[in-house]
């Protein structure tokens, strides 16, 4: 077996391209039109829920981030993928031939430059990825302190400064507020999909979690970790008043009272 | 035949009787396990695991079975163990794809269709763990099997007993898994976190034995191909001249044999929990839930390297051979493969972003995962050179080593949301994850493991395959997979949990399209398996080198 060794990837009368034009032409080109299709796909759909939290907000904005990262790449790697196919099939019957393939030196010229790429979009995700993760952690300061109990299957909430209980989460909007949960027997998780923020309660320990609710409404708490035969239907009611509704309701001697 | 028969007969009487007779002076939960054990010896026994012990003792050369018949019986060759494994599977790749539609008919519509809560914890648990199984063992137990041995130009594998043990261990373990369902079940999924596991019925037991076995098989054929690379290869194969499948093997062996010892450990720790009363778990005793998580994903998250990186091995040999040229990096491939087993010991915590862990853990987690995209590119870099000025023939094998490729990239980019720790904060348990892992494992492994059977099928069978049924098969699965699953992702990010048995009206309509389309999944596998079959029983005779391939399995 002989091995041709031609360079390639040269610009002009390339003859690997299509109709006179080069192939990493024909590739960006259709990488850009790939790309503009699947941004047009995701804005359509609406992937996320309403945002109701500010941590909602930088959360989507590191889910926009990673679009915008993921989208270009993956339109890239398919839309090479698909000239290669289409440029370098044989058609059955055809005798065979064989590839042709690089020479080692700009064989290597490439590994080097495609290792280098993504080492760098690698470091940079992940340097984004914690800052992102340390704005929507916050400061550990809150207006509001709230023990949330979980058990199978039910979200029991009590708030220590108005001793009250209840068993519908009331959140004042605008108002920093400090979860406590803690679990009387096996492991559940707080979501809420408008907050974004999910945090697991654990049995024997009191797990932290601060956000602050930006909009008034009504949404589900959603218990996210599998924990027994109703994990389906744990979940509970989450309002979020305005601050004075807030205030009124907590002070209301009978409300849900025990 | 009749020495599978005598093996199951012999499991299921000892198992019972043993199980039985202690319940009476023992608790439950011991007297089960121990007649799972006795079951277990019993079966190996009933399948001639004894007779090859005598040969050995006598140093005689083990009786020759040939036929059909071979392949169901305790045997060394590891041609046989590999269609053993090849077979088995396919049949739980089937049981745990029959979970899945049942799974899929209980989601068609919102609210409770004919399953229990409990029922359809239970299903979902078993689709999980028998998948989890077949990617486990598909390509590695059974292509690894056969070929590796051939490639490296060796007789049988190092310890060949060892290989038929490792094998036979599973029937039983499946068996008892599956034995689950009328026991009560399981309601934790494939994780079995403490504390729900720690406490319920008999069917969780089960599911930990069933593990724990599982674990055991995988070591034994993990040391057994660490032994038979590094030590059986022909002279003058150094490492950098061994195919890129027996590389994908050998790491893939490494991570095997470090990593599942550590969660048998921890499985232990839950059978200890139950059945000796000790507390690993138990937070009012002392115990600590999240121990059990950080054991259970430093195995478990190495272990989707275990599936993925034969996978890769599989890909990267068969597109060579089908773009008619040399492997592009193939010396950047092989050592890619040896970091990503170094790096995936370092990224289990990623499972655990919002588990209660210590906020400032997250970081460098997301860091290392993060960074097994750099040797994971280089899988693709390695496939985009080789077929770029290849001249490529796009035979079924073929078809699916690209599909491979288009469905891991959607993998393995969709995994990059899950690393990311502020948008993990919102996708972690979605379904975000469940349309990522089926991408990945369902899109990469099985499509490799498919690319892998059509090329090795005139090898193993001497017949060839049918090439047009080979087609439909890709097409409608490719097609399937992605209608069927693509639509997941959404469903997660708009706030579909995992493991529920019912979701909100307002996601019915996308519920109902992928239980429909879900089906051309069930028919391109009716149409695989029918291929096998067929072309097995009374396909064409194949050439000794159908593809011309250059590896030295295919030497007469
Ligand atoms: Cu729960
Ligand atoms: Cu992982």
Redesign the interface.
Known sequence: ME?KT?P?LKGGSDP?GIRGLPPYLIIAGLTVLCSIGLFSVVSH?R???EAASYEAT??DQ??DG?LK??IP??SL??M??LF??VR???R?GRP???????DRSR?EF??VL??AI??VL?VG??AF??K??RL??GTDQADVDIQVNSSQWSWEFFYPSYNQYASSLILPEGKRVRLL?TSK???H?F?V?EF??????????V?KLLFTPSKTGTYQL????????????MTARVNVVDAKAFEATMKEESWEGR | MTNLIRGLVSFGVASLAVAFLLARALPREAAASLGYLVGLFAFLIGVGGLAAFQHWLKDKEEEQVHGWQRYFRFTTDHKVIGVQYLVTSLVVFVLAGVMALVIRVELAKPGLQFLS??T??TVMGIHGIGMIVVALIAIIGGLGNFSVPLMIGTKDMAFPRLNALSFWILPPAVLLLLSSLVTGGF???W?A????SVR?PLGKLFFVLAFISVGFSSIFGGVNFVATISQLRAKGMSLFKMPIFVWSILAAGIIIVLATSVVASALLMILFDRVLGTTFFD??QG????LYQHLFWFYSHPAVYIMILPAFGVILELLPVY????L??YR?AALSFVAIVVLSFVVWAHHLF???MW?AL??PF??TT??I??PT??V??SA??T????????KTPMLFA?GF??NF??GG??G??NA????D??L???WFVVAHFHFTIMGGAIFAWFAGIYHWFPKITGKMYNETLGKIHFWLLLIGFNATFIPM??LG???M??????FPPDLASVQLWISLVGLMVVLAVAVFLFNMIRSWVKGESAPSNPW?ARTLEWNP
Not at chain 2, 387 to 394: A, H, I, M, N, P
């Open positions: 091995q031609t390639v690997n759909v992937m996320m829920p930088w959360v590191a889910f990673l990262l993921t790449i993956f790697v398919l090479t993928l290669s196919v370098f099939r044989t059955p065979h031939e064989e590839g042709v393939r690089f064989g490439v590994e495609w290792i993504s080492l690698t995700l992940a990825g914690a992102e993760f929507i952690r949960l027997d096996v492991v998780s979501w999909p974004r923020v999910k945090q697991d309660a654990l049995p024997g320990k797990v959603l218990c996210a970790e599998l924990c027994g035969t109703e994990h389906t239907i | 809560y409990d359809y914890n309601d934790f999924g994780t976190y403490p504390p729900l319920g937070p009012s115990g600590n839930v999240l773009a008619r040229k040399p592009f990096a950047l919002t588990s209660g906020d997250s970081i997301m860091v993060e960074l995209s750099v590119g280089v693709f870099l985009l050179g077929l770029w000025l290849g001249k490529l023939q796009l690209l490729l288009v990239l959607i980019l969709t990059i949301f990311d720790v502020p948008t904060l919102h972690q348990d979605t992702f959404w990010t708009r706030g949990r995992r493991r529920v048995a019912d011309e």
